[in-house]
């Protein structure tokens, strides 16, 4: 039943934009070297997405209350937030 | 509508096979719903299937709340009877107090043009295309976008949300007596937009198993959001991962725990080891 | 089980809605959206949408309330009114007639609106008028 509402929620999240940030593992309290390896690994693998977009939001200003397109606009300035805004 | 289906109707009324029957009727220039009762049957005259789709299958099932032996009749075009089934599956109502009067306003084989109110172009605006998600997309589509592209579009629209609860206030499916979009804990009050996208997220999991496409939410939405495409990837899913097909399959959608069994093998515990504990 | 749907108008702002009550043997059930209307094509906010819960709510007062030593007590509509009148005529007389503002919203009608701030410019003399929407 978990598996099955895990695998749903990461598909959901995944087709939203925020994917690969839900795992799941079934690790015994006497699995201690096994915790550590894949907190470690998720950790890294987190690393390596970036920070979470969500707290740093200011879109709300910015699209709703300019008349003028500015899509594309991130709350830190990155390759994607550059190329694609529209001169 | 038909002069043999409103005969029909005139006769599940008089023989009392069903107590009332959920149609619609113009009143000064507007389809409204309407109940018939067996005591007017000169009224039936004025049924029409009406050019606005209004929730009849949530007023029915309001009725059934509130009088459990009452036998409904309504107008049932295909997502109505695919809500009837779902609500059925869900023990929410008896199918067998429920009779429609079978339209068939969806695309078939027989017939390609649908009779939808839904179907009618809606003109969005260029903000919408530029920056955010059109209704009118395919799943696909929306999954050749790149993963930020694709966070940015979708908050742009969630953002909009002014917490009517309009979506789920008209949703045939949604039958909780307490909705947990209303849990102080969980949505707070006093902050708009809701919890972004903690509360369309939410409305999409509860959804999973139990949209039936209608398109009565993103009817109802007042910004527009695309919700029948959120609905429709999470049902995508279902069907999918799970092969489960809202509204057409008999059996307990997967998310629900009441019949499942879950059995724990015993496992050999080495005492000296200290493990399994 | 005596079903009727009636249409109406919401009377919350001045948007004006069309919604639809549901009314099961002579008692307001729920609201729904008129859908044909031009006005909203059956979208509504979350005060149209809860309309049925605040029309029969029994936190409406039933008659005219006067507060006395720090409670309300009933009153009839010519003592409230009279009440009223006198204590604006008495806050007019000791501190002007700049002193008191009116406050008209979009829950009543246009008409109601006019008088009100025909009442504060010509009756107590003053240009203190504002509109709930400005808030």
């Known amino acids: 039943m978990t598996v099955k509402r895990i695998t749903f929620l990461q598909e959901l ?6 994917g690969g940030r839900l795992h799941l593992e079934w690790i015994s309290s006497a699995e201690a070297q096994k915790f550590a390896r894949v907190v470690t690994q998720f950790t890294d693998r987190i690393r390596a997405l970036g920070p979470n977009p969500l707290p740093g939001w200011q879109l709300s200003n910015q699209l709703l209350f300019y008349p003028e397109p500015v899509a594309g606009v991130c ?7 550059e190329s694609k805004r529209p001169v | 509508m038909e002069r043999e289906q409103k005969a029909r109707v005139k006769e599940w009324l008089e023989k009392g096979e069903i107590d009332v029957f959920l149609g619609y009727r113009m009143f000064q220039g507007h389809p409204l719903p309407y109940c018939f009762h067996p005591g007017r049957a000169h009224e039936i005259q004025g049924l029409t299937e009406g050019t606005a789709r209004y929730p009849l299958v949530k007023i029915a099932l309001g009725m059934a709340r509130r009088e459990p032996d009452i036998r409904i009749g309504l107008l049932g075009r295909d997502c109505d009877r695919r809500a009837l089934k779902i609500l059925a599956v869900w023990n929410q109502i008896d199918p067998n107090r429920f009779r429609t009067l079978d339209l068939n306003c969806c695309p078939s084989p027989l017939k390609t043009q649908a009779e939808c109110s839904y179907l009618s172009p809606v003109n969005s605006g260029f903000l919408k295309g530029l920056a955010g998600v059109e209704n009118s997309l395919d799943l696909d589509e929306v999954e050749g976008w790149g993963r930020e592209e694709r966070f940015v579009r979708w908050m742009h629209e969630f953002q909009k949300c002014i917490k009517c609860y309009g979506c789920r206030n008209i949703c045939p499916v949604c039958f909780c007596s307490e909705c947990s979009l209303e849990h102080p804990d969980f949505i707070g009050t006093g902050d708009l937009p809701p919890e972004v996208p903690l509360f369309h ?16 939410c993103e009817e109802a939405c007042p910004v527009d959001i695309p919700l029948r495409l959120l609905y429709r990837k999470a049902n995508e899913i279902m069907k999918r991962v799970f092969d489960y097909a809202a509204g057409t399959d008999d059996d307990k959608p997967p998310f629900s725990a009441l019949e499942e069994k879950v059995t724990l093998e015993p496992r050999k515990i080495d005492v000296a080891q200290g493990e399994g504990r | 089980m005596e079903c009727r749907f009636v249409p109406s108008i919401c009377s919350y702002c001045g948007v004006g809605c069309g919604v639809l009550f549901q009314v099961i043997d002579g008692e307001l059930v729920d609201t729904l959206p008129l859908k044909t209307h031009p006005v909203n094509h059956g979208k509504l906010c ?17 008659s005219p309330l006067i507060k006395i030593n720090g409670r309300f007590r009933a009153a009839t509509w010519d003592r409230a009114i009279r009440f009223a009148a006198e204590s604006l005529k008495e806050v007019i007389e000791r501190h002007g007639p700049d002193s008191v503002g009116v406050l008209v919203s979009a829950k009543i009608t246009n008409e109601e609106n006019y008088l009100a701030q025909k009442f ?4 107590v ?3 203190n008028v504002d509109h709930c929407a400005r808030l």
Do not use: Q
Request: charged share 25%; hydrophobic share 45%; with cysteine.
């Open chain 1, 13 to 18: 999240l995944d087709f939203m934009g925020l």
């Open chain 1, 75 to 81: 709350p830190k300035e990155d390759s994607w937030n």
């Open chain 2, 201 to 216: 997220l939410a409305r999409a999991v509860h959804m999973a198993g139990r949209c039936i496409d209608c398109g009565l």
């Open chain 3, 46 to 62: 979350i005060k149209g949408w809860n309309l049925h819960e605040y029309i029969t709510s029994f936190m409406r007062i039933k």
């Open chain 3, 120 to 123: 504060a410019r010509a009756a």
């Open chain 3, 125 to 127: 003399g003053t240009n």
